[in-house]
């Protein structure tokens, strides 16, 4: 009975151990959400502006660019661009975002289009890698905290693999966007080519449609243009899933600790149990030794 009390109170000190850290863990995601959350809010005015400029320019000119119209020829090579986390202990967002760039993908197979994958985050390097899956690009190391730079070099190479002449065709993004602290719900997004949809306008309601003038033209303009909004959508996308990796943390660390007091309690009281039996054998023994040696007497 020793051994087993032994036991059971080095299992709770463990248990007790690992409450402290996921309760840690907890902790600093909760205090990094709003971090994050105020960065993904900053980010979306010059998104929307940006959006707007070249809504406009694609719209009220006829340029015809490589970023704004398919090719006459069929799509046949599509990127696929996903976000997952560089670590666990985050809940089902990496697996989530995983099985929606796998749906996506298989989407692409069926309809005879060959994927291109572009990842980041280790866990999603790693799932493809241990399926041996081909990887065209990958990025890690700042999934919980993208800075512009890297929503750059993404772009970038992106951008740079569509405008090859045997490049892409198409490129999709698959990341999480935080709808609330509970709620982390993956996206799939076409990039580009760019598809410019005009709002639905009220019919008794009467707009005056500005008139435009490009300088120098608008070639050159949607040459400066559409870079940056490429860079802009790749940098809302990082934050988007950065906020809702941290959330889908603090809600996987809140079980964690919420279970680890749980069984604290429970081997607490299976410890006191055992304890008590203890006592109750040595109180046994005690007496049955008094009775034998009175019986001697």
Same mark, same amino acid.
Request: aromatic residues 8%.
């Given at each position: 009975?020793?051994?087993?009390?032994?036991?059971?109170?080095?299992?709770?000190?463990?248990?007790?151990?690992?409450?402290?850290?996921?309760?840690?863990?907890?902790?600093?995601?909760?205090?990094? !959400?709003?971090?994050?959350?105020?960065?993904?809010?900053?980010?979306?005015?010059?998104?929307?502006?940006?959006?707007?400029?070249?809504?406009?320019?694609?719209?009220?000119?006829?340029?015809?660019? *490589?970023?704004?119209?398919?090719?006459?020829?069929?799509?046949?090579?599509? #990127?696929?661009?996903?976000?997952?986390?560089?670590?666990?202990?985050? %809940?089902?967002?990496?697996?989530?975002?995983?099985?929606?760039?796998?749906?996506?993908?298989?989407?692409?197979?069926?309809?005879?289009? @060959?994927?291109?994958?572009?990842?980041?985050?280790?866990?999603?390097?790693?799932?493809?890698?241990?399926?041996?899956? *081909?990887? @065209?690009?990958?990025?890690? %190391?700042?999934?919980?905290?993208?800075?512009?730079?890297?929503?750059?070099?993404?772009?970038?190479?992106?951008?740079?693999?569509?405008?090859?002449?045997?490049?892409?065709?198409?490129?999709? #993004?698959?990341?999480?966007?935080?709808?609330?602290?509970?709620?982390?719900? *993956?996206?799939?997004?076409? !990039?580009?080519?760019?598809?410019?949809?005009?709002?639905?306008?009220?019919?008794?309601?009467?707009?005056?449609?500005?008139?435009?003038?490009?300088?120098?033209? *608008?070639?050159?303009?949607?040459?400066?243009?559409?870079?940056?909004?490429?860079?802009?959508? !790749?940098?809302?996308?990082?934050?988007?899933?950065?906020?809702?990796?941290?959330?889908?943390?603090?809600?996987?660390?809140?079980?964690?600790?919420?279970? #680890?007091?749980?069984?604290?309690?429970?081997?607490?009281?299976?410890?006191?149990? #055992?304890?008590?039996?203890?006592?109750?054998?040595?109180?046994?023994? !005690?007496?049955? %030794?008094?009775?034998?040696?009175?019986?001697?007497?």
């Amino acid at each position: 009975m020793a051994a087993s009390l032994r036991e059971l109170r080095q299992r709770r000190n463990s248990v007790m151990a690992t409450k402290k850290i996921t309760k840690a863990m907890e902790l600093i995601a909760s205090s990094r !959400i709003i971090k994050a959350q105020r960065a993904a809010a900053r980010a979306l005015p010059f998104t929307h502006e940006l959006n707007r400029a070249v809504s406009a320019v694609a719209t009220y000119s006829r340029a015809d660019h *490589p970023l704004t119209k398919h090719s006459t020829e069929e799509v046949k090579k599509v #990127a696929v661009f996903f976000i997952t986390s560089d670590r666990g202990m985050n %809940g089902a967002y990496s697996s989530n975002a995983i099985k929606a760039a796998d749906r996506m993908i298989r989407r692409l197979l069926d309809e005879g289009k @060959e994927p291109y994958r572009y990842v980041v985050g280790r866990k999603g390097v790693s799932y493809l890698n241990f399926r041996q899956l *081909p990887i @065209e690009a990958h990025w890690e %190391g700042f999934s919980d905290a993208p800075r512009y730079e890297n929503a750059v070099e993404i772009a970038d190479r992106l951008v740079a693999d569509f405008l090859a002449e045997d490049g892409v065709d198409e490129i999709w #993004a698959v990341y999480t966007r935080m709808e609330s602290m509970i709620s982390q719900v *993956p996206r799939v997004r076409r !990039i580009l080519p760019l598809e410019v949809v005009e709002g639905v306008h009220d019919p008794d309601v009467h707009e005056l449609v500005p008139l435009y003038e490009f300088e120098p033209d *608008p070639e050159t303009v949607l040459d400066a243009l559409l870079p940056l909004y490429v860079r802009s959508r !790749i940098w809302f996308y990082l934050l988007q899933s950065a906020a809702s990796q941290l959330a889908s943390q603090q809600r996987a660390m809140k079980s964690a600790t919420d279970n #680890a007091q749980q069984l604290v309690e429970k081997l607490t009281l299976q410890a006191n149990q #055992a304890r008590q039996a203890q006592i109750t054998q040595e109180i046994s023994e !005690i007496v049955g %030794g008094a009775g034998a040696l009175a019986e001697q007497n």
